[in-house]
Every structure is written in structure tokens, then in C-alpha cells.
């Protein structure tokens, strides 16, 4: 029987493992290039959050309705998300790398704003559980985002700055 709550998890999980893998192969070219990590400490926070996010939904969801008009503001973010991979090219990473002498990105959605990637993702907490139905989930996940973020972005900036 087909549950379309699972299907959206199967895009989910296929996209997020998809992203580690880039993110992964960015880092390590990026690396060789001379760059370096910055802010490590906080990064298996950052994952950590979002494979429970993950995995809590593959629990609570299957079986539960959803609601095509919050997917199809999934949809949208996740064609954002296109959009600053696209514009990131080989500089995108889930980590923060920074790359001596490389210039800011300003172009693509970097010209409104300065961490559009951190703006989708926190969409993506708080959409997805709503399109199954999960309200208090979205809440307390995205209070748990905020605070991972709040330290995120305070190091991004500092690498930024220097």
C-alpha cells in the first residue's frame, strides 16, 4: 500500500545522504586546495540534530496525512536549496571551510541576504513535520535549531570576518 508519508521520507533521506556525499567531496577538494575547517566543535551538534529530526519522523510520520499545501512549500524550499547549491558550486560544504584569498559569494540568492542556506533549512524543520500533521514537533525541533544556529552563524561570521 502506498503512504505518501513515506515517500516524501524516501526523497528526504535519499536527498540529505546525497548532500553528505557532496558536502564531503567539496570539503576534502577544498582542503587539498588550502583551505581550512573552522568552528569544528560545534559540528556533530549539527548533525546530530538533524539525524534525530530525521529519524523522529520516519517514527511519528508514517501512516499520518499530509498536507500537499506544506509540501509544496517544501517544494519551494527545496528549489532554493537548488539555487545556492547552484550558486555555491564546488564551495558548498555542511562544514565551514574557509578558502584564503577566495572571494565572498555575493551573487544568487547571496545578494538579499547573507546565510539564505541557514533561512531554508530552518523552513525545512519546521515545514516538513507540519506537512504530517506535527505541530509540537516542528516546534521543538526548530527551538533546537535556533540554538545549534545561534552558535553556527556567530563562527560562519567570524570566518567570514577574517
Known amino acids: 500500500m502506498f503512504d505518501p508519508a513515506v515517500a516524501v521520507l524516501v526523497f528526504v533521506t535519499v536527498q540529505r545522504i546525497g548532500e553528505l ?23 556533530p551538534y549539527v548533525v546530530g540534530l538533524h539525524a ?22 517544501f517544494v519551494a524550499l527545496q528549489l532554493l536549496r537548488v539555487w545556492v547549491l547552484a550558486t555555491l558550486k564546488r564551495r558548498w560544504t555542511t562544514r565551514i571551510i574557509v578558502l584564503p584569498g577566495a572571494p565572498l559569494v ?12 541557514y533561512a531554508i533549512v530552518i523552513g525545512e524543520i519546521a515545514v516538513l513535520p507540519l506537512a504530517f500533521g506535527l505541530p509540537l514537533y516542528a516546534l521543538a525541533f526548530s527551538l533546537l535549531n535556533a540554538i545549534v544556529l545561534y552558535v553556527r552563524i556567530r563562527a560562519e561570521n567570524a570566518a567570514l570576518t577574517r
Not at 551573487?107 to 547573507?114: D, H, I, L, T
Open 21 to 43: 556525499l557532496l558536502a564531503r567531496r567539496n570539503t576534502r577538494a577544498l582542503l587539498a586546495r588550502g583551505a581550512y575547517e573552522t568552528g569544528a566543535s560545534h559540528y
Open 52 to 73: 534525530i529530526w530525521l529519524a523522529g519522523l520516519w517514527l511519528l510520520a508514517p501512516g499520518r496525512p499530509v498536507s500537499l499545501g506544506w509540501c509544496l512549500i
Open 106 to 117: 555575493l551573487s544568487g540568492p547571496y545578494r538579499f541576504m547573507r546565510h539564505p542556506n
